[in-house]
């Protein structure tokens, strides 16, 4: 099976710009998460959807945002970019809820 | 909230030796998971281990395996015979998806060198 792909890979973007990340899953798997990696904060939970609904959000301000489709793919966007959104976004896909989530490649975004 | 604490930032041992990474969690949940995630350069975090909260018996994937003590809250990971590719980030996390969660949660992570 082909592993979880991330659209684009690498972005650059200007302060106060949008800009929408793409993930898709692994064949058979419905639940995506994202994650945003920063060296300060680690690790943080954005956001999880399961068969196109949202179940859980981080504590990111509402400028992050996220969909998934009827085929499980997902994206999100990000507007008014501001500095410290400058990091590493993950997308992570998994069968079923404590099932193990395959990660992909992730999006490096930096804010200029 | 849940926590996960890696109290460890970095690590080295000795390529053919054995190294235990530490993890503690927090947590008022009985039915959870929790993961070791690897993260070399390339930035790709890869599984290298999983552990179901109601299960006694620890995990164990090839040379890698865990201690889990639920009591106490943690999960300390041991690599066997260590490698040169075994050298990155190592991620504790943490899944109460029993509980609705639908989320993981890292540990600040232990950055592990292999020396030749």
């Known amino acids: 099976k082909a592993g979880v792909t991330q659209t684009p890979r690498y972005l650059i973007k200007t302060r106060g710009q949008q800009v929408t990340l793409s993930c898709s899953p692994i064949?058979?798997?419905?639940?995506v998460s994202w994650y945003q990696q920063t060296p300060g904060q680690g690790l943080q939970f954005l956001f999880e959807?399961?068969?196109?609904?949202?179940?859980n959000k981080g504590n990111f301000p509402g400028r992050f945002s996220g969909r998934q489709f009827s085929n499980s793919r997902s994206e999100m966007n990000v507007s008014t970019l501001e500095l410290g959104d400058s990091a590493l976004y993950l997308c992570?896909?998994?069968?079923?809820?404590?099932?193990?989530?395959?990660f992909g490649p992730g999006t490096r975004l930096t804010v200029t | 909230a849940q926590t996960v604490t890696q109290s460890q930032p970095e690590m080295s041992v000795q390529e053919a030796e054995t190294v235990t990474l530490s993890c503690t969690y927090d947590?008022?949940?009985?039915?959870?998971?929790l993961f070791w995630y690897k993260q070399p350069p390339s930035r790709q975090m890869i599984l290298v281990i999983r552990?179901?909260?109601?299960?006694?018996q620890n995990a164990t994937e090839n040379r890698f395996s865990v201690n889990f003590q639920k009591a106490a809250k943690s999960f300390s990971l041991k690599i066997s015979d260590s490698q040169l590719g075994d050298a990155a980030m190592y991620f504790c996390?943490?899944?109460?998806?029993?509980?609705?969660?639908?989320?993981?949660?890292f540990g600040k992570g232990t950055k592990l060198s292999v020396i030749p």
């Open positions: 992570a896909s998994s069968q079923s809820p404590g099932g193990e989530q395959y």
């Open positions: 064949s058979g798997h419905r639940s």
């Open positions: 959807y399961f068969s196109e609904t949202q179940r």
């Open positions: 947590t008022s949940e009985s039915d959870y998971y």
């Open positions: 552990q179901e909260a109601y299960k006694q």
């Open positions: 996390a943490y899944d109460a998806s029993g509980a609705g969660s639908y989320q993981l949660t």
